[in-house]
């Protein structure tokens, strides 16, 4: 009783030690009791692991939050105004006059990277442990490694992909090249998928092989590694343990047939983050609300504004209602999503068009714009690249910044939202890296060109 008790304080502490210190200022001594003893029981290990599913739920960039990718970059793109402070760092990323020392700049860096300390301490300190599900863990922990340094990528561009615990190796790290990065996302996730086998495959709460296999469908598709984006949602498709929804009303449902990785609330019966942050629940919105530039893009017919978008109760203002659930019931409704069916083919059907797989592309977008309830696009006289952004901004908006990463994929930043933003220009396609972090660590530079 006593050494779980222990056990079960150390397991405290290094979750402590995990939430109070910036990546770059946390080093563990290599006699350490927290690594030592938590990784060498299943329990406490298995509870270190589950710590970063909270920690990517509620302080990374997938937190739904107004801290979280789909609002900042929401804000940053064309989906979303603000009415929230003025003098606020989200205020300077919606008008586009972020610099080096915007808050919410820095907090995407420092949480980011939190996590991934805390996921390589975890790699660390399961490779001397020798229970069952020893690579199981191992693989959930490169997961998430590998899936915050593609986010901090996407963001930032250049960025240091840093594997050790060390602080005087972290001090003076310097950044990798894109390719590089590409390399060590890859790596990480085949390891993981080595590891991982057919663990947790009758859970999508917890990454089994096809949310690895979503990341790296993804990857390949912003690598335009066509064929390989293609390979990896494949896989996925044929399973046939994924099917797109009947009634669009219940996408967002935790039982949701098409959810492929989704993070369990906080406790049960809570509501998602995305839920109370996005519904305006009074006449005017308190920070945000769908723009008309936005709302105005949807076809005649679309399902998906008339079931995830509902007005304020004026009816001046629109938002965001794929999730529903924004008070605490007896059990939850909805979890967060990070990935699910619907992008998986929007994927697949881009890279078919890479391919010259016309058929097949145009097979794919209809079947997404069936489930909205409209006609499919026919086989002659279509722009298959405008088709797909249009699917891609009306499926997954608000969701996770895709909006803004496909502009920018698709280099039409400036072509979108020079006409409504004015501030807006070429470099800000990336974030500045933080100035503070520069001051920490001049290996850091140059900084990103503009800022």
């Not at 030592?36 to 302080?59: H, K, M, P, Q, W």
């Not at 017919?301 to 794929?322: E, I, P």
């Not at 699917?391 to 979108?416: A, P």
Request: contains cysteine; proline residues 3%.
């Amino acid at each position: 009783m006593k050494t779980s008790i222990l056990k079960f304080n150390i397991l405290l502490l290094f979750f402590l030690i995990f939430s109070c210190n910036d990546f770059v200022e946390v080093d563990f001594p290599t006699n350490q009791l927290p690594s030592l003893y938590v990784f060498e029981n299943e329990t406490t290990a298995n509870g270190a692991i589950l710590n970063l599913y909270s920690e990517l739920r509620d302080n990374s960039i997938y937190n739904g939050k107004l801290s979280s990718s789909s609002i900042l970059f929401g804000l940053y793109a064309d989906e979303l105004d603000y009415y929230g402070n003025p003098t606020s760092g989200l205020n300077d990323i919606y008008l586009h006059h972020i610099d080096a020392n915007n808050a919410e700049v820095k907090t995407v860096w420092t949480n980011s990277y939190k996590l991934i300390y805390m996921a390589n301490a975890s790699i660390q300190g399961l490779e001397n442990s020798h229970f069952s599900s020893k690579n199981t863990l191992m693989a959930e922990a490169l997961f998430f490694r590998a899936f915050m340094y593609f986010s901090l990528h996407t963001i930032y561009d250049e960025i240091p992909y840093i594997k050790s615990t060390d602080y005087m190796v972290n001090s003076r790290c310097y950044k990798n090249s894109q390719s590089e990065i590409y390399a060590n996302l890859i790596e990480d996730l085949e390891n993981a998928l080595a590891l991982l086998q057919d663990a947790n495959i009758n859970t999508n709460t917890r990454i089994n092989k096809f949310t690895i296999y979503a990341l790296l469908a993804k990857i390949h598709l912003y690598n335009k590694e066509w064929n390989k984006a293609i390979n990896y949602s494949d896989l996925i498709i044929h399973s046939n343990r994924f099917q797109l929804v009947n009634d669009i009303n219940t996408e967002f449902l935790k039982n949701s047939t098409s959810t492929i990785f989704q993070l369990k609330t906080a406790k049960e019966g809570s509501p998602t983050n995305e839920a109370p942050i996005f519904t305006i629940t009074g006449q005017n919105p308190t920070n945000i609300a769908l723009t008309n530039h936005f709302l105005n893009s949807f076809e005649k017919g679309d399902l998906r504004k008339l079931y995830w978008v509902k007005s304020s109760s004026n009816g001046n203002w629109f938002f965001s209602s794929k999730y529903k659930q924004i008070n605490t019931l007896a059990t939850s409704s909805e979890y967060s999503i990070v990935f699910r069916l619907p992008e998986i083919i929007l994927i697949r059907a881009e890279a078919y068009i890479n391919t010259n797989k016309k058929n097949e592309a145009i097979s794919d977008i209809n079947s997404i714009r069936n489930k909205a309830g409209l006609n499919g696009i026919s086989n002659t006289n279509e722009n298959l690249f405008e088709a797909i952004l249009n699917e891609r901004q009306h499926e997954l908006f608000c969701e996770h910044g895709n909006r803004w990463f496909d502009l920018k994929r698709f280099g039409l930043l400036s072509q979108t939202l020079l006409p409504l933003k004015p501030s807006f220009q070429d470099f800000h396609q990336y974030f500045p890296i933080p100035e503070s972090e520069i001051i920490l660590n001049q290996n850091l530079l140059p900084q990103n060109q503009g800022y």
